[in-house]
C-alpha cells in the first residue's frame, strides 16, 4: 500500500490539508459572488458557530485565499472576498459538486446541511442502505 499523497510534493501535501479542512470548501463556495461580512457569510454557510468561521477565516486568509478588508466606520465594518488563488478553487468545487451529483446516493439530510455525520454510512458492496443520520 502507498503511502497517503505519496508522488507529491510539499505543496500539494499543503493544498490536500486545507481543502479537507472542514468549512474551507462552503466559505469559499459563499465567497464566490462577491465580497460579503461576516454575518451574511455565517447565513450562507449555514451550521456553523462564529468562533469556528472567524478561525477559518484566518486560516483562508492566512493561506491566501481570501482578503479582509476593515471599513474604519462605527462600528467597524469587515468584509471578505476571494483572492485569485480562492476564485482558482472554482472548478474544483464544481468538479466535486458533479461528482457527488452523478456517484453519491440521496444524501441524507443531515449531510446536507453540513453537519460531516454519517460518512460510514455510504452503502458498498454487499451492505444495507445508510441509516437515517441523526444529528
Not at 477565516?57 to 476571494?82: D, F, N
Request: proline fraction near 10%; hydrophobic fraction near 40%.
Amino acid at each position: 500500500m502507498s503511502a497517503p499523497c505519496q508522488g507529491q510534493g510539499p505543496k500539494a501535501l499543503t493544498a490536500f490539508i486545507l481543502v479537507q479542512e472542514k468549512w474551507t470548501l462552503r466559505i469559499v463556495h459563499a465567497l464566490r459572488p462577491g465580497p460579503i461580512g461576516f454575518n451574511q457569510m455565517k447565513r450562507d454557510v449555514g451550521g456553523i458557530n462564529s468562533t469556528t468561521l472567524a478561525q477559518r477565516l484566518v486560516l483562508l486568509e492566512q493561506a491566501g485565499l481570501l482578503h479582509k478588508t476593515v471599513q474604519s466606520t462605527m462600528p467597524p465594518r469587515t468584509s471578505y472576498e476571494l483572492t485569485a488563488a480562492g476564485h482558482a478553487l472554482a472548478p474544483i468545487i464544481d468538479a466535486i459538486a458533479t461528482w457527488g451529483e452523478r456517484y453519491l446516493p440521496d444524501a441524507p439530510t443531515a449531510w446536507a446541511d453540513g453537519d460531516g455525520a454519517c460518512p460510514a454510512d455510504l452503502p458498498g458492496e454487499g451492505t444495507a442502505a445508510p441509516a437515517p443520520c441523526t444529528p
